[in-house]
């Protein structure tokens, strides 16, 4: 069984800048792609960022592109999403999520339990 435990988030002005980690408990972290995701109230959740097994690709959503960085260290077990620049329509939860393969195609098959994110205004 796969867990993964997010970390990092908070409130935040707008402006400002969060980092995201997200630890992996289980085996064989290094060898599946890495994501992120996020659902703010009323809407459906969406693709933030995501990072191939070596972390050689990296795919950024256009809302967060030039904003974010996502890297691992498969060391470590763990994720991270660097977000600068924060508006408030970046408040959401944002969730870290298992690919089923090296890279990212089809749907992930774990998720995290999520992290909250609020940028005030």
């Known amino acids: 069984q796969v867990q993964l435990v997010e970390s990092g988030g908070g409130m935040v002005q707008a402006g400002g800048s969060l980092r995201l980690s997200c630890a992996a408990a289980g085996r064989s972290f290094s060898s599946y792609a890495m994501g992120w995701f996020r659902q703010a109230p009323g809407k459906e959740r969406e693709f933030v960022a995501g990072?191939?097994?070596?972390?050689?690709?990296?795919y950024y959503a256009n809302s967060v592109k030039g904003r974010c960085v996502i890297s691992r260290n498969n060391a470590k077990n763990t994720v991270y999403l660097q977000m600068n620049s924060l508006n408030t329509e970046d408040t959401a939860v944002y969730c870290c999520?298992?690919?089923?393969?090296?890279?990212?195609?089809?749907?992930?098959?774990?998720w995290g339990q999520g992290t909250q994110v609020t940028v005030s205004s």
């Open positions: 999520a298992r690919f089923r393969y090296t890279e990212i195609r089809d749907s992930p098959l774990y």
């Open positions: 990072i191939s097994w070596d972390g050689g690709r990296t």
